[in-house]
């Protein structure tokens, strides 16, 4: 029984479907696009919009690859001009004060006050170049 339920659901759903759009002119030039034919205004141009399929998951998983492969590219290209976007001096650690911590300390515990269970995946990976910024 339940089968024939979610048949008659899909038969019933209203589908997606093209709409006319109508570019009207009015008094004045004023300039409105609008579902309906013009009423007391000139139609410029008019024109069926249809929307526009989602992405396909293999498409979200092509451009989130892409833009991950061009983040990494950039990094690595930054690194190795020396345009690297931290400040931090490349190859020592730098001890801030008397107290005689370090920056890479103090960066990890920066870190670990800061990121938490809901940090997301882009939070953290963001805390981690830091730390690794401070610590090369």
């Known amino acids: 029984m339940k089968p024939w339920i979610c048949y008659a659901v899909l038969l019933l759903s209203p589908a997606a ?6 570019k009207c002119i009015g008094k004045g030039g ?4 609008q579902s309906a034919p013009c009423a007391g205004s000139k139609t410029a141009k008019s024109w069926t919009a249809t929307p526009e399929a989602p992405p396909t998951n293999e ?10 492969k061009a983040d990494a590219d950039s990094r690595y290209l930054s690194r ?3 345009r690297s976007r931290s400040g931090a001096a490349a190859g020592a650690a730098v001890t801030t004060g008397s107290s005689g911590t370090s920056q890479c300390e ?9 990121v938490t269970n809901d940090t997301g995946y882009d939070g953290r990976r963001a805390w981690q170049d830091r730390v690794y910024d401070a610590c090369k």
């Open 59 to 68: 498409e979200l998983w092509r451009r989130h690859r892409a833009q991950k």
């Open 30 to 33: 004023a300039v409105s696009y």
């Open 106 to 114: 103090t960066m990890k515990r920066m870190r670990d006050a800061n």
């Open 80 to 82: 190795i001009a020396g």
């Open 17 to 22: 479907s093209a709409q006319m759009v109508y």
